[in-house]
């Protein structure tokens, strides 16, 4: 890369390609990364599994990290930590699940902002509750021409 530069003989172009090189190599090793919350930061949501109720987990399935996760199943929530892209929670217990839970997705990249995606279910009229078992909430968020999708699934896992 060096010899490339020293070989152009117009000081304006080498010193604009430095420039330019100097630039990108900036923008490209500055993301800056997602708040993750962990699992021992929150106290009220135990990691547990039982043989009675539903248990819960969260996947990561899309692109971009989660700082938090909170199941509206309940007044108080279920919260579920961080996720990076590709990770998975531990299962948490629940009595009961809907099949079309209402979800809060929180993202941070800076200490005091929190953006929220809240999913919320109009009402549960068609929907049935899952009382046994094992769930993975499969969350997926693309960003598509600087909009965010979103979209979830509910997979039942084999009782182990």
Not at 81 to 110: A, E
Request: hydrophobic residues 35%; glycine residues 6%.
């Amino acid at each position: 890369m060096c010899n490339f530069i020293n070989e152009i003989k117009d000081e304006k172009n080498k010193l604009l390609l430095i420039n330019v090189l100097l630039m990108a190599s900036f923008l490209l090793g500055c993301q800056t990364p997602y708040h993750i919350v962990g699992q021992d930061q929150i106290a009220n949501s135990p990691c547990i599994t039982a043989d009675s109720g539903v248990n819960i987990r969260i996947k990561n399935n899309g692109k971009i990290a989660f700082t938090k996760v909170v199941l509206k199943d309940t007044k108080s929530g279920l919260e579920f930590p961080g996720l990076k892209p590709g990770q998975v929670s531990c299962y948490k217990n629940r009595s009961s699940l809907w099949s079309n839970p209402s979800l809060d997705i929180q993202m941070s990249k800076q200490d005091g902002y929190i953006q929220t995606l809240m999913l919320l279910a109009t009402d549960h009229v068609g929907e049935s509750q899952i009382r046994h078992g094992y769930i993975t909430i499969v969350i997926t968020i693309t960003k598509v021409h600087g909009k965010l999708n979103v979209k979830y699934d509910l997979i039942r896992e084999p009782l182990p």
